[in-house]
């Protein structure tokens, strides 16, 4: 752990020096103004150096919590707060719920600061922010909901699966996975992103019709189309698509449109967007990390460690 984010360190003190350099990049020149570029590079700056701050304070926080051993210490306390629950300390779904939680809300009130300063101290330094901190704290309210109740579910089955999996447990904890995401990624731009950013089916009209055609020209079977209040929350601008097989969808950010000159520069975004459908780039990082995760053996490697833990082991 220690290794890597020295490794990382390094990588990234190497891109923030590239960052700090005041001259425009001869690629560039003649297509971004100094002025616009100067405003980048300050912007960029200052989130290196965040990242920098954040980075270290997380692996200090990381580090002493494996050298205090706070994860059994915890692991033993919530089962005490089961029982006083009234509940069974002795059933592994609950026990482990418990856990679960109280390892939220440490990282949530840990995270908590950082998240508020690159909101509404960087982000609002350059323009960027939009958000109140009624939003805010709604978003993370809503953000803390969705996790109590999908979360339960979701570690009850893992649990299941490593107590019945046995020597086949690598592979059955990779399909569940593999099921996981295939359903979160088809119910989360329906069924949670609303309860984020409203979606608005895009007006008829040049624009419309120009996506459209540029869909139909690489025959891409689009079916929706939506603008997304984005500009609640930031001047950020973005547009994506998502959905399976003949059943997609584009959600293009409000402030794309506001921002581009032209439906040109709006076209040639989702332009850019439907070349990774077309060359199936998504699909291809998918897969890779699918098989990433069946050679590595990552989630066995996990369950190995916790019950290997002796503290862990003594609880169990």
């Known amino acids: 752990m220690i290794f890597m984010y020295f490794i990382e360190t390094y990588l990234d003190l190497r891109q923030h020096t590239a960052l700090k350099r ?55 306390k919530s089962e005490v707060v089961v029982a006083n629950l009234g509940l069974d300390p002795h059933n592994e779904i609950i ?36 958000q109140t901190i009624c939003l805010f704290l709604r978003d993370m309210v809503v953000g803390l909901g969705l996790s109590v109740l999908l979360g339960p579910p979701i570690v009850a089955a893992i649990i299941i699966i490593v107590q019945k999996g046995g020597p086949y447990l690598a592979i059955y904890l990779w399909a569940f996975m593999l099921i996981l995401s295939l359903v979160m990624m088809s119910l ?53 698509m998502y959905g399976f097989y003949k059943n997609k969808r584009i959600v293009i950010y409000d402030t794309l449109i506001q921002q581009c000159k032209n439906e040109e520069e709006v076209v040639a975004v989702i332009g850019h967007e439907l070349g990774h459908w077309k060359l199936n780039h998504t699909m291809y990082s998918f897969v890779a990390m699918q098989m990433g995760v069946i050679f590595s053996g990552s989630y066995t490697i996990t369950i190995w460690w916790l019950y290997s833990c002796s503290e862990f082991k003594r609880s169990l």
């Open 22 to 76: 005041p001259h425009l990049p001869k690629p560039l020149e003649g297509v971004v103004s100094q002025d616009k570029f100067e405003k980048s590079r300050a912007y960029s700056v200052d989130k290196s150096r965040f990242h920098f701050v954040h980075a270290a304070v997380t692996i200090i926080g990381d580090s002493a919590i494996l050298l205090l051993r706070a994860l059994p210490l915890l692991w033993q």
């Open 188 to 240: 989360y731009p329906i069924l949670i992103a609303p309860l984020f950013n409203k979606f608005t089916p895009l007006p008829e009209g040049e624009l419309r019709s120009k996506i459209e055609n540029l869909a139909s020209s690489l025959k891409f079977p689009l079916k929706k189309l939506f603008v997304i209040d984005g500009s609640t929350r930031s001047t950020h601008s973005n547009a994506y």
């Open 95 to 130: 026990h482990t719920l418990v856990f679960l939680a109280a390892v939220t809300l440490w990282s949530q009130l840990i995270d908590l600061p950082f998240s508020l300063y690159s909101t509404f101290v960087i982000e609002a330094r350059h323009g960027f922010n939009k």
